[in-house]
């Protein structure tokens, strides 16, 4: 606990009402489903699945609704997003004849043109066939600064869990003899062309109780992995443990091992050979990148460095050659310091500048930094379009430009070159619109939550919406993991929603990371009832103002969020007539024990601490479904394949509906990772079957 007045009588208080809560719950009779891939619990899945589906495609919008999704996912006009490697452009696309997707290259001047000649580089369908595995892709490790080879992450039906080869990228093929890791939750980075430094499960057990590795071994070329020179080993009990390797254009290189304590705490350690030494950065702080031989750090706590305070929320750089010769004492230099309404929120080097995206009030900016012969870094903001999110989508250490992303509600995302050298810009793509977005606005309110907090939202209407509480609304959020919600633009969401007159609302409320670190702590443990209770106060106002009233407001979250929803669920039945909860964590007092959940003790708090159980004992959905509650019909969905929050939790959630009566509706998508599905069919159907229950609940008679 963190008050220091807290007494051994209160603490055994405490731990007796926990005990107790513990002694008087009946045993849990769900326990078999889960076993994520036993037959009982798979049959399960494929009778509640075929109930679902009986109720949801039998709809009359289904058809329309899963073909303007499909239509939409499969688009050939849709933006290839952009990495730039080796003076190229690459791009990875799934479309209608390919499923899996193959990663494509061409050049720049090709790119920005309308109808850019692609070349293939891999075909994942045509690959997996070949070795008749369930191949997805997840993701490249490219080996700067030669950007010749990297590691291609193969996941098993989209899964966290990768195995990961060695790849030629101008010949265009898998390397025979080449770097082999084998499936597991790992990561990997280039030290040199012929070595790795690679975090995995080297022998059985060796994870922590998170499923994460902890011990980073050395990988020489041709040498088999039992040979791996072990150079770091952390704890069981950490998150995970991981390499990173940091390079810029002028050569300088920084070799770290960033050892998680905690889901928000981490440990950094500079590699030198064999010798490995922890850097004096706040456990509270990122390594987000290197420039001109000075690391770029976020700071998520003030920092006491050695020649003065920098303040959470800051952006700050610490000369590699300074951290090298003394590691226990760093000197920093103020890159950016947040205003009371602005939070960093991304930044990314290119070849001698900056690019820094940031938050003021939930809207985005950015500008270009450079450090000036004095040490200070003077920044130059570029001109972008306003009232939108700006996305840093890639950056290179071997030239000034940067592609970036800009998104708002109802303007189709466009992707914008930018020549950070002068803050030219120049629009390159731009998504054709999805819907048609003439009849809506946007607006940004507040509502007033329980402890006098201002919570910000965003609201989407059509513009000649009547206050009379008769609209359809969809209320959105996450609420955690420092995660902040900003404007985007759905094609889905607009053309399936918003057409049809419904009203979406997207609600900072805190957890997020919308308004700096201290957002994001109010709502940490013990303290997440504001979180709670910020959602509720954005609903009451919409009610309040007569945009929506409860038989037409519907709320929608997933992953944390799906938490978030579970517990509104529970403790305002009343407010809603949809609840939309997805990928969701609902069992609070196993989620420790399922999947990855440990490593979010951080944010949630732990069982084994008595003050922490009993919150944890009174918020947890899955332990407080009460009998002859009116709850509004939830659709509850998740993936088997989800090794990160599990479809465990879904599954007993409904199981424990089932058993007491309560109507609800419950799907699995069998293949995917931790969100809609693998393949763009799969999202489709996923986000048709929940558009199609969400208008049934909301705008029915």
């Known amino acids: 606990m963190r008050r220091a007045a807290c007494c051994a009588a209160a603490l055994a208080g405490l731990w007796g009402f926990t005990r107790s809560v513990a002694a008087e719950a009946p045993p849990d009779p769900y326990l078999w489903l889960e076993e994520v891939h036993g037959a009982r619990a798979m049959a399960w899945v494929r009778a509640e699945n075929a109930k679902t589906v009986a109720v949801l495609e039998k709809d009359p919008r289904y058809p329309v609704m899963y073909a303007q999704a499909l239509a939409i996912a499969e688009a050939d006009d849709r933006i290839p997003e952009p990495s730039m490697i080796g003076g190229r452009i690459y791009n990875f696309w799934q479309g209608k004849d390919h499923t899996r997707g193959y990663w494509r290259r061409t050049s720049l001047a090709s790119y920005r043109t309308p109808d850019p000649n692609w070349e293939t580089v891999l075909d994942l369908d045509q690959f997996a066939a070949a070795e008749h595995a369930n191949w997805f892709l997840q993701g490249f ?46 990561d990997a980075s280039w030290e040199d062309p012929d070595t790795l430094l690679v975090s995995r499960e080297w022998e059985p057990g060796e994870l922590t109780s998170s499923g994460y590795p902890y011990i980073v ?78 690391l770029i750090v976020r700071l998520r706590q003030d920092w006491p460095a050695a020649n003065g305070a920098f303040k959470e929320g800051s952006l700050v750089a610490v000369p590699l050659a300074a951290a090298e010769r003394d590691p226990d004492r760093l000197a920093a230099t103020a890159i950016y310091v947040p205003g009371p309404r602005e939070t960093l929120d991304d930044a990314s080097a290119t070849q001698d500048r900056l690019l820094v995206t940031t938050l003021d009030n939930v809207r985005g900016r950015a500008a270009v930094y450079r450090a000036a012969a004095d040490g200070s870094w003077r920044a130059l903001p570029l001109d972008l379009p306003d009232n939108s999110t700006l996305l840093i989508r890639d950056t290179s250490l071997h030239s000034n430009q940067a592609f970036l992303n800009v998104t708002s509600f109802l303007q ?217 509650v009116a709850y509004p019909m939830p659709f509850i969905w998740t993936t088997t394949k989800d090794d990160r929050v599990g479809p465990q939790h879904a599954r007993k959630f409904a199981a424990r509906l089932s058993e007491y009566g309560i109507p609800y509706l419950f799907y699995e998508v069998t293949e995917g990772g931790h969100g809609f599905g693998a393949s763009l069919n799969e999202r489709a159907h996923t986000s048709a079957l929940e558009m199609v229950y969400l208008v049934r609940q909301l705008m029915g008679p």
């Open 217 to 294: 071994k050395r990988v020489h070329r041709g040498e088999p992995l039992a040979a791996a020179h072990e150079i770091f080993r952390g704890q069981p009990a950490d998150v995970e443990v991981q390499p990173e390797v940091l390079r810029d254009s002028q050569g300088h290189r920084a070799v770290l091992v960033v050892r998680a304590v905690s889901f928000f705490e981490t440990e950094k350690y500079l590699v030198d050979g064999d010798r490995v030494r922890r850097l004096a950065l706040p456990l509270k702080s990122e390594v987000v990148d290197m420039l001109e031989g000075r």
């Open 412 to 628: 189709p995302t466009s992707l914008w070159l930018a020549d950070t050298t002068d803050g030219d810009l120049q629009e390159v793509k731009a998504l054709p619109p999805r819907f048609d977005a003439s009849r809506d606005v946007v607006e940004q309110r507040e509502a007033v939550s329980t402890d006098g907090t201002r919570v910000p939202y965003f609201i989407v209407h059509p513009r000649d919406m009547k206050a009379d509480g008769s609209n359809p609304t969809l209320l959105y959020a996450y609420g955690g993991f420092n995660v902040s919600e900003t404007p985007f633009y759905s094609s889905e969401m607009g053309k399936l929603w918003l057409e049809r007159g419904g009203v979406f609302v997207l609600a900072n409320i805190r957890g997020g990371g919308e308004f700096g670190p201290a957002w994001h702590d109010a709502g940490l443990k013990t303290h997440r009832q504001r979180v709670f209770d910020d959602f509720a106060a954005v609903a009451r106002d919409l009610i309040a103002r007569g945009v929506t009233s409860p038989r037409r407001l519907g709320i929608q979250g997933g992953s944390n969020g799906g938490l978030l929803m579970g517990v509104e669920f529970i403790q305002h039945p009343e407010l809603w007539h949809a609840v939309d909860i997805q990928v969701p964590l609902l069992d609070m007092l196993r989620y420790e024990k399922i999947a990855a959940g440990s490593s979010w003790v951080a944010e949630y708090g732990s069982v084994s601490n008595p003050a922490e159980a009993a919150f944890l004992a009174r918020i947890s959905p899955y332990a407080n479904i009460r009998k002859g």
């Open 141 to 186: 490790v490219v080996d700067e600064p030669a950007e010749r080879h990297c590691l291609v992450g193969l996941s098993d039906g989209g899964e966290d869990a990768v195995t990961y080869r060695e790849f030629d990228i101008p010949g265009a093929h898998f390397i025979a003899g080449g770097f082999t890791l084998p499936r597991g939750k790992q």
